[in-house]
């Protein structure tokens, strides 16, 4: 069985914090131990996108959408939705940069992820992070 919870947030740094709690509390509901590395990876992955979708995502202000879906086999289905036909473009970042390694974090910790184009109405980044 599906568990899917999603929810729109407004495109403000404060929403990343509540995007992770939302995710986090939904898949502990639906089985995640609090030491599951999969938990774990998920709520990074989402703060990672979401803050993307905060910083880079922005059309007149419009809210973006977070997903996060529980399989039947307990792996964790994450989409983020903003309103911007930008793909993210992978970059390396120096070592004194604070932002750049999002898209890396997704390569590390993802089984598999992308970008879905929604025609004018933007992309949705996906990621599937195993249980």
């Given at each position: 069985m599906l568990r899917?919870?999603?929810?729109?947030?407004?495109?403000?740094?404060?929403?990343?914090?509540?995007?992770r709690l939302r995710v986090h509390d939904h898949l502990a509901a639906w089985g995640h131990k609090e030491e599951s590395a999969a938990l774990h990876d998920a709520v990074l992955l989402v703060s990672e996108l979401v803050t993307n979708a905060v910083c880079h995502g922005r059309v007149l202000n419009r809210e973006f959408e977070v997903a996060v879906?529980?399989?039947?086999?307990?792996?964790?289905?994450?989409?983020?939705?903003?309103?911007?036909?930008?793909?993210?473009?992978p970059w390396e970042a120096g070592p004194l940069e604070e932002s750049g390694?999002?898209?890396?974090?997704?390569?590390?910790?993802?089984?598999?992820?992308?970008?879905?184009?929604?025609?004018?109405?933007?992309?949705?980044?996906?990621?599937?992070?195993?249980?």
């Open positions: 899917r919870q999603a929810f729109r947030l407004p495109p403000h740094p404060a929403s990343v914090s509540l995007a879906t529980v399989l039947a086999d307990g792996d964790c289905f994450i989409e983020v939705s903003d309103e911007s036909p930008t793909r993210p473009e390694r999002g898209l890396a974090l997704l390569d590390a910790l993802a089984e598999a992820w992308g970008v879905w184009q929604r025609g004018r109405n933007g992309k949705t980044v996906w990621a599937l992070v195993r249980a």
